[in-house]
């Protein structure tokens, strides 16, 4: 590695280089000795030479900026900022308390795994810094929550260091969040679009826990979608498992709304709150949504003529059946007619006798089809109503006439997803995925025909009601 200085150096006759401690984008950070107070303290620099886009020392600049108005005991703190210039370069250098201790990568790395007492621990202390860190005006997001920039002494006490990333919220509501800042595995979803918002960090908290737990990177972790599925690799107790999926959410509305929320439910001072909805009701959305503390019913007017897409199929189907009718027919009359002597004016007889055969078993046949793919879920008004205690009921309405499946009734947990469809036509690529809810190995399958924005809607709701009712095991789309 090609350093600016070595040990021994002294820069602007005050600061004694003694080794290096870190290597960046945003520069080289070096472990040096204050010659005035005799202090060890943590000199970071770069330099002008090196800087291939501006953006980085206007990076620079500001982390200084932010440091010298923080004043915590888990954050190093600011000493002083200066430039030196030569004749061949300018260097910028940013002066701090040094947090001697070892990152939670190192000690990783070393062999050290913490126990589950002790991440717990670990991330309260992480947690009680971002609520100082977001109850400033404006709140402060440090966007690079990860093992590195997380330091541990010797009795436990943790440092957060680096602060190359840190953004104010008005800052990134004026800049629009167009440069993405971050490490690749603790960076939450929205960094990639160069937003961050206050649960953010909360993301990088969690995935940094995850790395604790496990060794492993998050982002060697099994997914779905985009979703770190944790629990293959780790086995950890219910309520922290809970906290936890919450912490690492993929969409940040989903997550703890800030680190204070966070907190305290992980100090059981309180109950994990439900899910909060992600998704809103589509404006031209005709479907009838009714709540209660007791039960949530879901009503659902025809959708099977409400698109092209749905149009085709129906008459498709129709088309199908008749095709399938006269060829079965024609096939009857085929084998039986040389067999069967027909008396003089019995031949129309004969042949709706023959048409009849073919009729049924094949009629019958369609029918199912349509009913449970098409009919009964497209074409009739749909009522679901799903009460507490593992009841739910689906009713199909035509008219006066309704038709009832068998009330779904169990001790399991309801999984609530969408449920994708493998095919390539191109005119139903639309119609790639149906809402289910299951109990054990009972389904119920529903809104084929519905827009995807209102099916990832509904299971939204589904799913939320469920968690606060406490029947519900957590289910991604599969």
């Not at 099994?222 to 309520?239: D, E, G, M, Y």
């Amino acid at each position: 590695m090609n350093t600016l200085h070595n040990p021994g150096d002294a820069i602007a006759g005050r600061y004694e280089i003694l080794k290096i401690l870190g290597h960046g984008g945003m520069g080289i950070t070096y472990a040096a000795k204050d010659l005035q107070t005799n202090q060890s303290v943590a000199l970071k620099v770069l330099s002008l030479n090196r800087i291939k886009d501006w953006k980085v020392l206007e990076l620079f600049e500001r982390e200084a900026k932010i440091l010298a108005h923080l004043n915590y005991p888990g954050i190093p703190q600011y000493l002083n900022y200066f430039e030196v210039e030569s004749d061949d370069n300018r260097a910028f250098y940013l002066v701090q308390e040094l947090a001697l201790g070892k990152s939670l990568f190192d000690l990783v790395s070393q062999g050290w795994l913490p126990s589950v007492e002790e991440v717990q621990t670990i991330a309260a202390q992480v947690l009680e810094i971002l609520v100082y860190l977001q109850q400033l005006t404006p709140p402060v997001i440090h966007r690079d929550i990860k093992p590195q920039n997380l330091i541990r002494q010797d009795n436990g006490r943790i440092f957060l260091v680096d602060f190359g990333a840190v953004q104010d919220t008005y800052n990134n509501s004026i800049a629009g969040g167009i440069t993405v800042v971050g490490t690749f595995g603790y960076m939450a979803p929205e960094q990639f679009r160069g937003q961050a918002v206050l649960s953010t960090d909360l993301y990088g908290l969690g995935t940094t826990l995850l790395f604790l737990l496990t060794g492993k990177s998050p982002a060697d972790l099994p997914h779905r979608q985009l979703t770190i599925n944790f629990h293959s690799a780790i086995q950890l107790p219910k309520r922290f498992a809970d906290w936890l999926e919450r912490m690492i959410e993929p969409i940040s509305t989903a997550r703890f709304p800030s680190a204070v929320e966070a907190l305290v439910v992980l100090q059981g001072k309180q109950p994990l709150p439900p899910r909060a909805s992600t998704f809103k009701q589509p404006k031209n959305s005709k479907i009838q949504l009714i709540k209660a503390t007791d039960k949530m019913i879901v009503d659902i007017p025809p959708t099977l003529l409400n698109s092209p897409q749905s149009l085709c199929l129906g008459l498709s189907l129709l088309l199908a059946g008749i095709f399938s009718v006269c060829i079965f027919n024609a096939l009857i009359a085929q084998v039986l007619e040389p067999l069967v002597e027909v008396e003089p004016g019995r031949e129309l007889l004969f042949r709706l006798c023959i048409l009849l055969m073919g009729v049924y078993p094949v009629g019958i046949f369609v029918c199912l089809f349509a009913a449970e793919s098409l009919l009964f879920s497209s074409a009739f008004r749909t009522r679901i109503e799903i009460k507490p205690f593992w009841s739910i009921q689906m009713t199909w309405f035509l008219g006066l006439l309704s038709v009832k499946n068998l009330p779904i009734r169990s001790s399991n947990k309801l999984q609530v997803s969408l449920t994708q469809i493998q095919h390539s036509v191109p005119l139903f690529k639309n119609l790639n995925s149906f809402c289910t809810l299951a109990i054990g190995w009972k389904q119920i399958r529903f809104g084929l025909f519905l827009s995807q924005p209102e099916k990832a809607w509904l299971v939204d709701e589904i799913r939320t009601f469920a968690e606060l009712n406490n029947f519900s095991q957590n289910n991604s789309k599969s």
